[in-house]
């Protein structure tokens, strides 16, 4: 295991609340992604950070903020939580200098 | 747009059988092009990469083939199990960008 935490791993929300989920790496990876995973579309990029308070946007970040206030932390922001992102969010980890990206285990969120 | 185009998005193959995923891409910068495992309720796997460097590369049952001109890789996994039952993406990335296929899922019958 890539030494990845995510929590919570599943979470029921209404609409219109503020939902964060938090990831948690032991490995000391620089970068740090969150993705969702939606049925005929794969993985997609939500943010990513590239150093602590070092973020930038994916091509879904619409609705999301992150922070990353250490290095093992990055921090995935609902704001107002939509049915729209009902969703699996992972989080990944690389150490950067073309290595690969690892995994965690995943959230499950469902907006009602 | 899609980067990384995946196809098929179903396939059932007979135990022993060869199950063949292909991938294509466009962007001459990507340099390494992972594939993923995922079993259901758990997190994409690092199954088997290569670099553009090389056109085959092999680990156990799962061969990746390269093919750089045409911009196109898949992946092959012989003699597939049932326990191979999964869905697998490919990916490519530039940098510490990464790119995913939209996914196949893989059932072998026994």
């Known amino acids: 295991d890539a030494g990845i935490t995510q929590s919570p791993r599943h979470k029921v929300t209404e609409t219109g609340t503020p939902v964060t989920l938090r990831c948690h790496q032991t490995e000391n990876h620089r970068y740090m992604y969150w993705y969702r995973q939606d049925p005929g579309h794969g993985l997609r990029l939500i943010h990513y950070s590239y150093g602590v308070k070092d973020t930038d946007k994916g091509e879904v970040s619409d609705g999301y903020s992150v922070s990353r206030s250490k290095t093992e932390d990055f921090l995935l922001t609902l704001e107002s939580a939509t049915s729209s992102q009902t969703s699996v969010y992972f989080c990944?980890?690389?150490?950067?200098?073309?290595?690969?990206?690892?995994f965690g285990e995943g959230s499950w969120l469902t907006v009602v | 747009q899609q980067q990384v185009k995946q196809s098929p998005q179903s396939l059932i193959v007979q135990k022993g059988g060869i199950s063949i995923i292909n991938c294509a891409y466009e962007?001459?910068?990507?340099?390494?092009f992972p594939w993923y495992q995922q079993f259901p309720g758990k997190g994409p796997a690092l199954l088997i990469a290569?670099?553009?460097?090389?056109s085959e590369k092999k680990e156990g049952r799962f061969t990746i083939s390269f093919n750089k001109s045409a911009k196109q890789f898949s992946l092959h996994i012989m003699d597939s199990q049932p326990g191979d039952s999964a869905t697998y993406f490919c990916?490519?990335?530039?940098?510490?960008?990464?790119?995913f296929g939209t996914g196949t899922s893989l059932t072998v019958i026994p």
């Open positions: 990944a980890i690389s150490g950067g200098g073309g290595n690969t990206i690892y």
């Open positions: 990916a490519a990335s530039t940098g510490n960008q990464f790119y």
């Open positions: 962007n001459t910068a990507f340099d390494y």
């Open positions: 290569i670099r553009p460097d090389v």
